[in-house]
C-alpha cells in the first residue's frame, strides 16, 4: 500500500510542530531537535517537517512504498514519463535508511518515491550532518533537477 508523503522546510521547528499536532489531533511519531514526523492513517499520509538549512515552504512531495518491486514499478513510470530519474540505494536520510528514486516534475518541483528500510540515528550519512542541523546542507534529500542533491 502507498502513502503520500510531503516534506515542509519550517523556520520554527517547535511552533510548527504545535501547530500541526494540534491540526492532525496526534503528536509526531518521530521527533528530533531538527525533524518531525506524523505517520498518519486519515488520511494516509507521511507529513514531515524539517528546521534545517533549506528554502521555507514546501520542500518535495512523494509516494513511500511498501517494497523494492513497488519502488521499482514507480521508477519505471517516471521515466516513462520523460523525467530524468535520480536513484539512490541504501540512503541514509531524514532520520531513516531507505532506497529512493527521484524527479523533477515539468515545474521543477520534486518527487520522491521510497522504500524505508529501518530508522538511522542521524539526519544523513551521505552529507555533513552538524549536531544543530543548520547551516551545513545534507545531500540526501532534494536532488536538483541536474540529479545533485540540493
Given at each position: 500500500m502507498k502513502r503520500l508523503h510531503v516534506s515542509v522546510a519550517v523556520?520554527?521547528?517547535?511552533?510548527?510542530?504545535?501547530?500541526?499536532?494540534?491540526?492532525?489531533?496526534?503528536?509526531?511519531?518521530?521527533?528530533?531537535?531538527?525533524?518531525a514526523k506524523w505517520?498518519?492513517?486519515?488520511p494516509r499520509v507521511n507529513f514531515s517537517i524539517s528546521s534545517r538549512d533549506r528554502q521555507k515552504g514546501i520542500d518535495h512531495l512523494g509516494i513511500q512504498v511498501d517494497n523494492d518491486a513497488e519502488l521499482a514499478t514507480l521508477?519505471?513510470?517516471?521515466?516513462?514519463?520523460?523525467?530524468?530519474?535520480?536513484?539512490?540505494?541504501?540512503?541514509?536520510?531524514?532520520?531513516?535508511?531507505?532506497?529512493?528514486?527521484?524527479?523533477?516534475?515539468?515545474?521543477?518541483i520534486a518527487w520522491e518515491t521510497f522504500h524505508t528500510l529501518g530508522e538511522s540515528a542521524v539526519y544523513s550519512k551521505d552529507g555533513p550532518d552538524d549536531a544543530a542541523g543548520r547551516g551545513?546542507?545534507?545531500t540526501c534529500?532534494?536532488?536538483?533537477?541536474s540529479g545533485r542533491s540540493a
Open positions: 523556520s520554527n521547528l517547535d511552533a510548527s510542530m504545535r501547530f500541526y499536532s494540534i491540526l492532525f489531533g496526534v503528536e509526531p511519531t518521530v521527533l528530533k531537535s531538527d525533524y505517520m498518519l492513517e486519515d521508477a519505471e513510470r517516471l521515466a516513462r514519463a520523460g523525467q530524468a530519474v535520480y536513484e539512490q540505494k541504501a540512503t541514509t536520510c531524514c532520520y531513516a535508511k531507505s532506497n529512493k528514486a527521484w524527479v523533477h516534475d515539468p515545474e521543477g551545513k546542507p545534507s534529500c532534494t536532488p536538483t533537477a
